[in-house]
């Protein structure tokens, strides 16, 4: 069996939480903690599927926010995960994602 190490499983679940409340398929108060990245002007990242990373006034308990961790985590992966058109795809690739990162 592939099973992923326990650390790579939780930012599995909380990645595809994620997924999730900006496809809408969560509650509204999971929804409105992330926040989709708009330029105002015509930049090559407007196209990326980024988020907004919230500034936070304090470093030890604001930093762990869970917009704030998860939105740096969520951008920093690959173009072909973030603009996964459903959830079955945005899944299976990220589990591919974290094998690879966990066993290479």
């Known amino acids: 069996l592939h099973w992923l190490p326990v650390s790579f499983r939780t930012d599995f679940k909380i990645l595809l939480l994620v997924f999730k409340a900006l496809h809408n398929q969560t509650p509204a108060y999971i929804c409105d903690l992330l926040t ?3 330029s105002d002007c015509c930049l090559r990242s407007s ?3 980024l988020l907004v990373v919230p ?3 304090l470093v030890t308990k604001g930093d762990h926010a869970f917009a704030i961790p998860f939105s740096c985590y969520a951008n920093s992966l690959p173009e072909d995960l973030r603009g996964a058109e459903n959830i079955d ?3 299976r690739r990220l ?3 974290l094998f690879s990162l966990a066993f290479m």
Do not use: G, P
Request: proline fraction near 0%.
């Open 55 to 57: 500034k936070s006034r």
């Open 95 to 97: 589990k591919t994602h």
């Open 89 to 91: 795809i945005f899944k």
């Open 36 to 38: 989709s990245y708009k």
């Open 47 to 49: 196209d990326r599927n």
